[in-house]
């Protein structure tokens, strides 16, 4: 297999230089360098400049409803556990709208992986302020520039019992698709936020602005990722310098190993029992 073989018939259709292009391209690479075919793969999509992209990934896709792609991908999983489930949102969507869902399908555990389009902007809507956005910026909704403290993803998944906590950079792909190919092995809720450079309104998050900024955790000397108070440490440095990389892993069992009903086939390829739904509808009376 080949990146191209996860193309669509369609166009991207984000603004030229986009930082979703370098997503897709390191997914891309990603699933072709862990041999999974297309028809393994269900893509799940918030609303969004990035929901878009489940039309440009051949696989299958569903586009949910704005904030709620995760307990979508959960209940999907559950039912076909032989689906490489993956989740993409923007940050308005998984942060603002779908923040209750993100906090607890990091809790729950279950195995998939969550891809956000972090931008720190609503971008499909023309820019207004999202839970990312920093404090003091000005944007359309905030003229005045943002009141409110920013949320931070990376320790809102440490502290909700994260298992695979990550950030990637869409102006690092090569990075991004090792992050990306490790979250998809790891056997429960992988969680890589990453910086996407909305080319088109958001002027102060720029490609620039992240490659001034950024230093590898990965590379960083002594740095282990099974110290989840190291990693909170290395997620609240915000300002001249920012970490990306693997912040914190562990291989607690995901949600589905505490079901012993899931043992055995998917849910999905068992046989269907029809029951009398009279008989059915006595049971609960
Ligand atoms: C329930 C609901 N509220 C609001 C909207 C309008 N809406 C569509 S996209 C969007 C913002 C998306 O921003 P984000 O999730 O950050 O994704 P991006 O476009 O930046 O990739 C909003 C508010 C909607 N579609 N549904
Ligand atoms: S508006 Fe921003 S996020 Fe949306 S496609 Fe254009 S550059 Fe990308």
Redesign the pocket.
């Known amino acids: 297999m080949i990146e191209k073989d996860f193309n669509t018939s369609y166009k991207p259709s984000w603004c030229p230089g986009c930082g ?1 292009f370098g997503i897709f391209i390191a997914l891309k690479n990603a699933l072709v360098e862990l041999n999974i075919k297309p028809e393994n793969v269900l893509l799940v999509a ?6 878009n992209g489940v039309n440009f990934l051949k696989a299958y896709g569903w586009h949910s ?3 709620r792609a995760l307990p979508t991908a959960v209940g999907a999983k559950l039912a076909n556990k032989d689906l490489t489930v993956i989740v993409m ?6 942060y ?2 779908g923040m209750a869902h993100f906090i607890h399908a990091v809790r729950g555990n279950t195995n998939i992986t969550y891809i956000t ?1 972090d ?1 720190q ?5 023309t820019g ?1 302020a ?1 839970p990312t956005t920093d404090k003091g910026t000005q944007t359309k909704s905030t003229p005045g520039g943002l009141i409110e403290e920013k949320a931070n993803p990376i320790t809102l998944a440490l502290s909700s019992g994260g298992s695979f906590v990550a950030r990637g950079f869409s102006g690092d792909a090569t990075h991004l698709k090792e992050l990306l190919k490790k979250a998809i092995l790891h056997q429960g809720f992988s969680l890589v936020d990453v910086f ?1 450079p ?1 080319v088109t309104f958001n002027k102060v998050n720029t490609f620039k602005y992240f490659f001034d900024r950024l230093y590898n955790l990965d590379k960083k000397e002594g740095y282990t990722t099974n110290d989840v108070l190291a990693a909170y440490k290395e997620a609240m440095v915000w300002g001249d310098k920012i970490a990306y990389g693997l912040f914190y892993e562990d291989k607690r069992p995901s949600y589905d190993k505490y079901l012993p009903q899931l043992n055995g086939p998917a849910l999905v390829k068992r046989p269907m029992k029809v029951r009398n739904i009279e008989q059915l509808l006595k049971e609960f009376a």
């Open positions: 979703n918030g609303v969004g400049c990035s929901g409803l704005h904030g949102a923007g940050d308005g969507d998984g603002g709208e389009h931008n902007l609503y971008a499909l809507t207004q999202a996407q909305c």
